[in-house]
Structures are given as C-alpha cells and as structure tokens.
C-alpha cells in the first residue's frame, strides 16, 4: 500500500475490503461467500466493478491517478473521485429520482460505492445509436437540471453560502484543466491529440484553426467556463454519463463538477442530441429508416429547453422571496421588473447553452470504448480532436461517416457564430432541419 493508504483494486483486494466495510457488505445482504465481481468501465477516465451476489448488487468506482483510457504517460489526480462523490451526493439530495445513492466514499481509496443501476438501463448514447426513443428523458432531465442548478445558484443561495461552495470545488482544478484543453483550445490549434476522419476532414480540421471569428467566440466561452460560478455544474453531461430505460433516467459520472455557467451542462447534454441526430444517417439500413427517429431527437431537444424553462423559473418563482441573494426583494419586488429580470436571465442562459453546445460539438471530446484499443497500440492521436464520439465512430464507412460529422460540425460553427440571433429553441429546430 501506498504511504497515502492508496490501493489499485485488484479482485482479491476488492473481497477484502467488502468484507471490512459495513455499508457495502449491508447492501450485498452481508452475504458475500458467493461474490461475482466484473469490471465493466467503457469511460475514459476510471475503473468500474459491479459486484453480484445471492442477496444484491452494488457498483464500485476508483479513480487511478491517471487517465485510463491512456495509461500512466497521461496523469491526473485521483482527488476527482472526492469531487465525484461530493457532486453525487449534492445532486442526489436535490435531485434523488435521477442520481444513483452513494453508499460509501472511502477519500484514501479514491473509492466510491454506490447504486447498481440494474438492467435494462444502458448509456443513453447507446440508445440513440440502435434509434431507441425515450418518452421522459426531456421531462427527467430537465427536472434534474432544472433542479441542480437553481438549488446551487444565488437565485436561492446566500452569496455567503454560495462562496463557500464555490470555495470547495475550486479544489477540482485538473479536470477544469482537462476540459479547458479538449473543449476550447486543441481544436483550434495543432494539437497531438487532435484526430478526425482522414482525409475527408482534413481541410475542415484547417478551417476551424483558421477561422478567426469562431476563435473570437470561443474565447469568450472559455472565459466564462473558467470565471463564472453560477451554479454546481456536472461538468460532463454527455449522452454518455447518463444511464436510461424508457421509464427511467439515471445521472452518473459527475468527476467534472464544479461551480460553473449553466449553460455548459445543458449545452453539453442539448449539443450531445444534435450530434446524434446528424449520426442517423450513418446509421440508417435503408433510406429513410431513421426519419421518424430524427424527429423524435428533434422533439426531446425542444422539450428538453422548454421544460427546463418551464421548472427552472417556476423554481424561481416559488422562492422569490427566499434567501437567494441575486434579486433582493427590496429591489426587485414589482412584477414587471421581474419579469424582465427573468426574460434577461433565460435569454441569456439560453445564448450560453447554445454557444457551450456547439463547442463541445466541435471538439466532440469522449472517445468511443471501440477506440481503447488504438490507444493501447500507442495511437494516442486518435483520441480527442474534432467530431469524435461513439455516434459517429460506430459507422464503419469513412465517407458516410465524413459526411455526418461534416454536417456536424458546419451547423455547429455556425452555431457558435450565430446563437445570439436565437431566440426560441424551435428556430434552432428548424435550423437543425434546413442543414440536414
Ligand atoms: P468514467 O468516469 O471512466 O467515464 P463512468 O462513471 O462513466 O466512468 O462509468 C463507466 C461505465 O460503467 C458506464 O458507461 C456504465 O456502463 C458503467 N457504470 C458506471 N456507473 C454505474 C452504475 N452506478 N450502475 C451501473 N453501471 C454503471
Ligand atoms: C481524454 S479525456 C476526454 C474526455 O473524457 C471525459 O469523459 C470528458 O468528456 C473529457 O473531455
Ligand atoms: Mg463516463
Ligand atoms: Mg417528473
Ligand atoms: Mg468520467
């Protein structure tokens, strides 16, 4: 063991330790002669372990200190799993329909032991690739959100409360770290880690290095992700970091939290839709076998932001004259300046989710699994860049591939350019719809 009481988990040590650990072992029914232990993480960064027995299941996370998808040639702190648990926890207090419990945190361990969450749910963006529809994943997330972000944010919070929460993510600094390079700067520049469809992007890759506009705007995203503290944000809410069954939506993975712009995690989730809505065509059988299906990502993203709209200014609403120390009451109690307050903050968070949505678009930064092995052989160009996720990468024919994430990427630039002239999500639908 490690001077610092850090273990890789093995198998073995992974028995042991349950045995000596009563919260897990309660949960496993303190059944555990006949164990089954399978690690399962697909993600890029941390191990995962679901462990079965005769009386229940359990997952186990450990953060290593590096990145897994790379190996030890890529570190970084193991401290994410403190920030991992904190975010599952405060989600899960606010929000405990759609955050998996945490039964345990062990901070020596980077350990984090939480709810199995149980087939059928699989990855959401597994869903969208087979082109299954999820009837509440608009209504689910935009509670979850809805609800995470107003709790966490001075339109309920004292500025003395919220400094302090503020105070204690700053700590989550690598991961920022990690996001500031995939998101707002290896895509505009030469960068190692950069990769795309070759040759068929390779003048598209150019043009966003030299488009100076789409630079100018990105900047000044970048300087919002790193300066304002809106609100306790997941920090990775792709398609990948959320579990499904039509039923039912689970959050997972929040190692990214910290206190930031709304708008980048319903960017993250909103921009996520779009890219696989322009993957269908890539995964159609015969033409048109996925038109009804793209209708359908078209109508979760337009609930998804109306619903959102909806929740978060009822919430707003409901404690306008709590302690939330952005408006005070004794300034902003007439209904017509609240109003305008109001049309002000939504239109503003709106401008902001879809410039951070068309950014993460560009740069598409969560490697599929399929690519794990390319990384192992060394490739490690082949893992972050421009348009990469799993939507994409799971359609074998490079040219058909190009085409998508071409059009991918153009309405995304695009976009970022032009998401100032938006106003109602319905244009940005139909925006969707003329570039197809
Ligand atoms: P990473 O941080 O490496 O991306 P994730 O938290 O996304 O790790 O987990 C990787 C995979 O492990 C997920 O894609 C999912 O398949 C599985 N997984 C993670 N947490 C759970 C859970 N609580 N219940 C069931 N499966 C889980
Ligand atoms: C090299 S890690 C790339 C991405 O994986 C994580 O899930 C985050 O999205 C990060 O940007
Ligand atoms: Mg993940
Ligand atoms: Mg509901
Ligand atoms: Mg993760």
Redesign the pocket.
């Known amino acids: 063991m490690a001077s610092d009481g850090f273990q890789p988990l093995t198998e073995q040590l992974l028995l042991e330790y349950l045995k000596v650990t009563p919260p897990l072992a309660a949960k496993l029914g303190n059944d555990l002669d006949k164990l089954e232990i399978k690690e399962?993480?697909?993600?890029?960064?941390?191990f995962?372990y679901?462990v079965s027995g005769p009386s229940g299941s359990i997952?186990i996370?450990q953060a290593l200190p590096y990145i897994?998808c790379i190996g030890e040639s890529w570190p970084m702190t193991k401290e994410r799993a403190y920030f991992e648990a904190s975010v599952l926890q405060e989600h899960g207090g606010l929000c405990p329909n759609h955050v998996?419990e945490v039964y345990h945190f062990d901070r020596k361990m980077c350990l984090i032991g939480?709810?199995?969450?149980e087939p059928p749910?699989i990855?959401l963006r597994k869903g969208l690739i087979a082109g299954m529809e999820y009837p509440l994943l608009a209504d689910h997330l935009s509670e979850y959100m809805s609800r995470t972000l107003f709790y966490t944010s001075l339109l309920y919070r004292t500025t003395t409360d919220h400094k302090s929460a503020v105070a204690k993510f700053c700590g989550n600094v690598e991961l920022c770290r990690l996001t500031e390079q995939v998101v707002f700067s290896d895509p505009y520049k030469v960068s190692e880690y950069n990769r795309w469809t070759t040759p068929y992007l390779d003048a598209d890759a150019e043009a966003v290095r030299e488009d100076n506009i789409l630079k100018l705007e990105v900047a000044e995203l970048k300087s919002k992700f790193c300066e304002r503290s809106q609100a306790l944000l997941h920090g990775d809410l792709h398609t990948?970091?959320i579990?499904v069954t039509p039923g039912s939506t689970q959050v997972?993975?929040p190692?990214f939290g910290f206190y930031g712009p709304m708008g980048f995690d319903i960017g993250a989730f909103i921009g996520n839709l779009i890219l696989a809505y322009f993957s269908q065509d890539g995964h159609s059988e015969k033409e048109g076998d996925r038109r009804s299906y793209k209708k359908w990502i078209l109508k979760t993203i337009l609930d998804t932001w109306n619903l959102f709209h909806t929740k978060f200014t009822a919430l707003w609403d409901k404690h306008k004259d709590g302690s939330g120390e952005a408006y005070l009451p004794a300034i902003y109690n007439n209904p017509e300046l609240q109003l305008l307050v109001k049309q002000k903050y939504m239109d503003d968070l709106f401008h902001d989710t879809l410039g951070f949505g068309a950014a993460k678009m560009i740069s598409s930064s969560n490697p599929a699994s399929s690519d794990v092995s390319a990384v192992v052989d060394g490739e490690i160009q082949r893992i972050v860049g421009v348009a990469h996720v799993e939507d994409f990468e799971s359609i074998k024919e490079a040219d058909k591939r190009a085409e998508c994430e071409r059009k991918a990427l153009n309405f995304a630039k695009n976009l970022l350019k032009e998401r100032r002239n938006f106003h109602k999500i319905n244009e940005v639908v139909s925006a969707i719809e003329d570039f197809d």
């Open positions: 399962v993480g697909d993600g890029n960064l941390n995962v679901i997952v996370k897994r998996p939480m709810r199995y969450i749910h990855i990948g970091s579990m997972i993975d190692e």
